[in-house]
């Protein structure tokens, strides 16, 4: 028999998104689940640079983008201290770089309530001594990375906290529409197929670049274009701060230390299926040769992984074109009530990891407004888990721990300083991870291996400790590895080249991944 839940709000998408709507409105008191086809922040969220923005990026050409970035960068770092990194942002004026730009990107700075303040290039060089010795202005703003993964974890657990349901792996197979109004869903497990109805008072869709899939199911349009953006990350932390050139957005042209490793970023083109997206060998090219205006010798460092992630862009009809870069990044809340006569049913579209929290408040007052709940927002002031004493993330904090840990307590992955107690800790957690999952709870197999040397470690130990049975442990090992490799074979050069024979002697020569028993 289908297991039936009821609630007064069902939200449809794990990403930043929908986790700040469930934080939100567990926060002021309603009953919450939360459901997404895959485990939390694996679409969109868990696909870019890991940038925080300033607003600086966004204030020549979409002001609104800005000023909203501007104002939660300054509540994200307040709240959710412990998932960002303060390492700063520098806009530098390359050789390549029209000069004349600086002064109009001053301006709308200003315009924009972002704070940019010219440093002197000579200071610049000394904190980055990396860059392009040629660039002739810099600004300083205030940029910062941002884990996602774990930004989105710790709003779900604020959630949980607050009473809220939390369902990964639960795909949406149907809305319910009951009259005029969406009264809730069937869900299905991704992995057991067993189906459970949510009813809710209320159904939000955040589902991202796939929105328009979920509103369809309520017989609803939303046109949502999925933006494909290519990024690359490099085996070295080649900056310490956020580096863009000074020019409007383009491609290749925003280098995010992100913990020991730095991105640079991305395309934007059109495409058709947010499901289907890769990066191509010839994007790759022309990524790593765009680094090349502002740090010499980019080529030449060696590249880790390459992938692309799509932006859900929000039109208000479906464009022609395949250029995705004049579409602004701003958010809207589509209530399909008004435009359609579908009720209890909202849309939030658009928007940017940064301003999630900010399209979260506004579309839980929607919600509230049209329930008759008087409850106001509380996330700008309620600290999520973990970063209650308002420190940042500091890059030597897990070398710190390492050191500080008992000798029976050894490392399985040796990249991310994963310990044998971090992995069995996580995995008792949550059961029912598989090791994708881990990789993105721990960082496990993110390293310059790829998994080559921890993938097989990790997984011998939850089997040993009973989370995997023999056919499981190797069919995730197998599928783990197939996933890696799909990021990594795009840069089969150099070093890189030679780390992938290195792990296919490994996991093909020595423990024969290919042919192990299902």
Not at 207 to 222: E, H, K, S
Request: proline letters at 4%; a negative charge.
């Amino acid at each position: 028999m289908m297991k039936a839940v009821e609630t007064d709000l069902l939200v449809i998408g794990g990403g930043a998104t929908g986790a700040g709507v469930a934080w939100d409105a567990a926060s002021r008191g309603l009953q919450v689940v939360l459901a997404d086809r895959g485990d939390l922040a694996t679409g969109t969220t868990g696909r870019f640079h890991g940038l925080l923005h300033s607003g600086a990026r966004y204030a020549v050409k979409d002001p609104r983008s800005a000023r909203e970035c501007a104002a939660e960068n300054r509540i994200l770092r307040a709240v959710a201290a412990d998932c960002i990194e303060d390492t700063g942002g520098l806009f530098v004026s390359t050789p390549a770089d029209d000069a004349a730009y600086a002064d109009g990107f001053v301006a709308a700075c200003q315009q924009a309530g972002v704070a940019a303040t010219e440093v002197p290039v000579t200071e610049v060089l000394r904190a980055e001594p990396h860059l392009c010795p040629g660039i002739t202005r810099a600004f300083a703003v205030p940029d910062a990375t941002i884990d996602a993964w774990k930004t989105v974890w710790a709003c779900a657990r604020a959630a949980a906290a607050h009473g809220a349901a939390i369902l990964p792996y639960q795909e949406v197979v149907r809305l319910m529409v009951e009259g005029d109004a969406v009264c809730g869903a069937v869900l299905r497990h991704a992995r057991s197929g067993e189906e459970i109805t949510v009813r809710a008072r209320y159904v939000v869709n955040a589902a991202g670049a796939w929105a328009g899939r979920v509103a369809r199911l309520a017989g609803c349009d939303v046109a949502v274009v999925a933006g494909k953006g290519v990024m690359v990350a490099m085996n070295h932390r080649l900056v310490n701060a956020v580096v863009n050139r000074c020019a409007m957005p383009g491609d290749g042209d925003i280098l995010v230390p992100v913990r020991t490793v730095s991105v640079i970023g991305t395309t934007d083109a059109r495409v058709e299926d947010p499901d289907r997206v890769q990066a191509s060998a010839d994007e790759v090219r022309a990524m790593l040769a765009a680094g090349e205006s502002f740090i010499p010798g980019f080529t030449q460092h060696r590249a880790l992984r390459v992938w692309a992630g799509v932006r859900p862009l929000f039109a208000a009809t479906s464009p022609t074109s395949a250029e995705t870069r004049d579409l602004s990044r701003g958010h809207t809340v589509i209530d399909h009530a008004a435009r359609e006569g579908v009720g209890r049913f909202i849309t939030i579209a658009g928007g940017k990891f940064t301003t999630f929290r900010l399209m979260a408040e506004e579309t839980v007052d929607a919600v509230c407004a049209d329930l008759g709940v008087r409850a106001e927002c509380r996330t700008a002031a309620e600290t999520l888990p973990d970063s209650e004493e308002r420190h940042y993330y500091w890059i030597g904090a897990r070398q710190a721990q390492a050191e500080a840990r008992p000798v029976d307590d050894p490392l399985v992955c040796e990249c991310e300083l994963v310990s044998r107690q971090d992995l069995l800790v996580a995995a008792a957690r949550r059961p029912g991870l598989d090791l994708d999952d881990l990789r993105r709870a721990l960082r496990l197999g993110m390293g310059p291996c790829q998994g080559g040397f921890c993938m097989a470690r990790a997984t011998g130990l939850l089997h040993e400790a009973g989370h995997l049975d023999r056919a499981a442990a190797n069919a995730a090992l197998r599928d783990f590895v197939e996933e890696r490799w799909r990021g990594i074979q795009a840069l089969a050069w150099g070093d890189q080249l030679r780390q992938m024979r290195l792990d296919a002697w490994i996991l093909l020569g020595v423990l024969d991944l290919e042919h192990l028993p299902e």
